[in-house]
T-cell receptor, first 107, second 121 residues
Framework: DIQMTQSPSSLSAAVGDRVTITCRAS??????LNWYQQRPGKAPKLLIY???SLQSGVPSKFSGSGSGTDFTLTISSLQPEDFATYYCQQSYSKPYSFGQGTKLEIK | EVQLLESGGGLVQPGGSLRLSCEASGFTFSSHAMSWLRQTPGKGLEWVSG????????EYTDSVQGRFTVSRDNSKNTLYLQMNSLRAEDTALYYC??????????????WGQGTLDTVSS
């Protein structure tokens, strides 16, 4: 099974900041990497698919990059609604697996 | 607007059974594969099972293989998860999700609100 590791596990930032979250796969997953946002008490919401494609309706402040084993999610100009937990997920092979999450908190 | 509404969760004793349902609307249900995922504070998010649009292909994560059965009724736009021989480690918030495919990507583009399943004596 493919293991997904995110870093950092938590991140403190201020409104207006730009942050980057990293995700590493235990083997190459080419571009089969997705990013989700989860706000407290809500279901995950798709942000980025295929490593770098922005889901319809998601603001362009979110961007993804990477291929193979190393990926990043960048969020620019943080707003209060962006403080949430972010997960990466590989869809290269079953069982599909998720990172442990990165909790983005307000500084 | 795509909507997924899960139901059927609850409290069950170890060894018991539950059937989860997920009623879908806002898209052509039979044209899309669907998945069940679950979330716990300890293990995080976990893909549990998937089923093709025509229900000809079903897949499971190893820990539920032989105990859980995924099915769908395309005439009712409803996805099901029959869970038998439940264990304490099956306690989780269960989500249904719509699968999407766009080369080179496969992802879950819509999720339900989740239904809580607690296995405890």
């Amino acid at each position: 099974d493919i293991q997904m590791t995110q870093s950092p596990s938590s991140l403190s930032a201020a409104v207006g900041d730009r942050v980057t979250i990293t995700c590493r796969a235990s083997q190459s997953i080419t571009n089969f990497l997705n990013w989700y946002q989860q706000r407290p008490g809500k279901a995950p919401k798709l942000l980025i698919y295929g490593a770098s494609s922005l889901q319809s309706g998601v603001p362009s402040k979110f961007s993804g990059s990477g291929s193979g084993t190393d990926f990043t999610l960048t969020i620019s100009s943080l707003q209060p609604e962006d403080f949430a937990t972010y997960y990466c997920q590989q869809s290269y092979s079953k069982p599909y697996s998720f990172g442990q999450g990165t909790k983005l908190e307000i500084k | 607007e795509v909507q997924l509404l899960e139901s059927g969760g609850g409290l069950v004793q170890p060894g018991g059974s539950l059937r989860l349902s997920c009623e879908a609307s806002g898209f052509t249900f039979s044209s899309h594969a669907m998945s069940w995922l679950r979330q716990t504070p300890g293990k995080g998010l976990e893909w549990v099972s998937g089923i093709s649009g025509s229900a000809t292909i079903t897949e499971y994560t190893d820990s539920v293989q032989g105990r859980f059965t995924v099915s769908r009724d395309n005439s009712k736009n409803t996805l099901y998860l029959q869970m038998n021989s439940l264990r304490a480690e099956d306690t989780a918030l269960y989500y249904c999700a719509k699968d999407a495919w766009g080369l080179p990507a496969y992802y879950f583009d819509y999720w339900g609100q989740g239904t809580l399943d607690t296995v405890s004596s």
